[in-house]
């Protein structure tokens, strides 16, 4: 049931054919170098991009600007405190300051770190210190039709096989990401969570939650775990989040602001620790390089999260996009997630090798065809991993209704049309990070 109505609007309009040919171009091929303004339906992400609600801008305009000891820092704690079940709390940035924070108090040289699947960010932040990430998926995560409740859970044989082959002491960290972004936004089960508790256990390591997308994840235990069926949000939340050590958070997501994120645990020492690293990194502890204003936005935020009217509509929102585009017959990554679609770009271009890059020739395809924007999350984002070509069209929250994912419909069908046409691309400048190379790396068709 649609849970919004608008207060502000802001326009929108999609540019010209030529207009857009020619943006492509200019941008060597790569959405992340267009500007905003000549995109229409904008799914590149759904961090920072959502709409604030009323509560969130009048908490903005009572931000308290202390350099130390800021109310609006005493809010953000005690929403952490209420909603996600923690004491101590280190604000950032946004979430790769908390992982930065985090990751730099926890790590040194030669550490492995397993994780369900490593965000982009987090495994560059894990191997900026010198340790290794390895992810640990579920079986089955990579196969985009089978049907199954939890595809984001953590595969606790693969993990136990990286602790055999290093030892146990090279393992210090272990981390589960929730949803998990890099397998299609998929859900990851309460009992999964509990038995990677039991497994940091026995290795005597530290259990962290990316609890980026943890208000998502609860609605679908909720749905999907039969023992939480009754269960409310916030409970799930404080339950599953309750199993780890510490967490790290972007509020650009389930914090539905446009900027900030924060490190929160239980453990004394290592919140000191994290304090200290906070100083250099993002700011003095009780702001960590955000705005009062900010912390006060995502205070609301967290809170408003775990309301069940503002879950079913988000949920909901996500899964109307996803059967518009099946019902035209795009090949999408099953069952979806919570933040995104996933379409199954190999599926899609079958005359398309990986080197070819079949999501990037996706990518370019939506936003030449409709003016919408969505991310290629395969063998260009991921260079040298055998997973599937996928094209992630994220969705921002509380922003875009069902006209607008018509017109993505209405834009993937056009794509559809002229499917054999649709060429590859090929690489044409060298980034400094590989890991990193889709955000700024320059293609040409080929
Ligand atoms: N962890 C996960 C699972 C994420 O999805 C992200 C961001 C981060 C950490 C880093 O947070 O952007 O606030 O620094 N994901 C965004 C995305 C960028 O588009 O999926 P951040």
Redesign the pocket.
């Given at each position: 049931m649609v849970a919004y109505k608008s207060k502000m609007v802001e326009r929108i309009s999609l540019p010209a054919r030529e207009t857009r040919e020619r943006a492509l171009e200019a941008a060597g091929y790569n959405v992340f170098n267009l500007d905003a303004a000549d995109v229409f339906i904008d799914l590149?992400?759904?961090?920072?991009t959502g709409a604030m609600s009323d509560a969130q801008w009048a908490a903005l305009l009572r931000g308290d600007e202390a350099y130390a000891g800021s109310e609006s820092f005493a809010e953000l704690e005690s929403a952490v405190a209420d909603v996600m079940g923690f004491e101590h709390v280190v604000p950032t940035h946004?979430?790769?300051?908390?992982?930065n924070v985090l990751y730099g108090s926890l790590l040194s040289e030669g550490d492995v770190v397993p994780n369900n699947t490593h965000?982009d960010?987090?495994r560059a932040h894990v191997a900026n210190q010198g340790a290794d990430p390895v992810d640990c998926p579920t079986e089955g995560a990579d196969d985009p039709s089978l049907e199954a409740p939890f595809k984001g859970n953590f595969s606790l044989e693969r993990a136990r096989a990286v602790v055999d082959d290093v030892g146990a002491e090279r393992v210090p960290v272990v981390v589960q990401?929730i949803t998990n972004?890099?397998t299609a936004g998929q859900p990851v089960s309460v009992e999964n969570t509990r038995a990677i508790r039991t497994f940091a256990d026995e290795i005597d390591a530290t259990f962290v939650i990316?609890a980026?997308?943890f208000a998502e994840n609860a609605a679908f235990v909720r749905r999907r775990e039969p023992e939480f069926e009754d269960a409310t949000i916030d409970a799930i939340a404080r339950e599953q989040l309750g199993y780890a050590d510490a967490i790290?958070m972007?509020?650009?997501?389930d914090g539905l602001v446009n900027a900030g994120?924060f490190v929160a645990t239980d453990d004394a020492d290592l919140f000191e620790r994290c304090k200290q690293r906070a100083i250099l990194f993002e700011g003095f502890p009780t702001y960590g390089g955000m705005a009062g204003r900010d912390l006060g936005a995502m205070a609301v935020g967290l809170r408003e999260a775990v309301e069940p009217s503002y879950l079913e509509d988000r949920l909901e929102s996500i899964a109307t996009l996803a059967t518009l585009l099946e019902d035209v017959g795009v090949p999408i990554y099953r069952p979806v997630g919570g933040h995104a679609v996933y379409l199954d770009a190999s599926e899609l271009f079958p005359h398309l090798e990986a080197s070819e890059f079949p999501g990037q020739a996706l990518v370019c395809e939506l936003y030449r065809e409709g003016g919408v924007r969505g991310?290629e999350l395969g063998s260009f984002a991921f260079p040298n991993t055998d997973r599937p070509e996928l094209v992630r069209l994220?969705v921002p929250r509380r922003t875009y209704h069902r006209e607008h994912f018509e017109h993505v419909a209405e834009t993937a069908t056009a794509v559809l049309e002229n499917r054999e046409t649709v060429s590859g691309y090929e690489i044409a400048s060298d980034p400094a990070v590989p890991e990193l190379r889709h955000f700024s790396a320059d293609l040409e068709p080929l």
């Open positions: 590149l992400t759904d961090s920072g946004q979430g790769r300051g908390a992982e965000f960010t987090t990401t972004n890099s990316d980026c997308r790290v972007s509020g650009k997501k994120g991310v994220a």
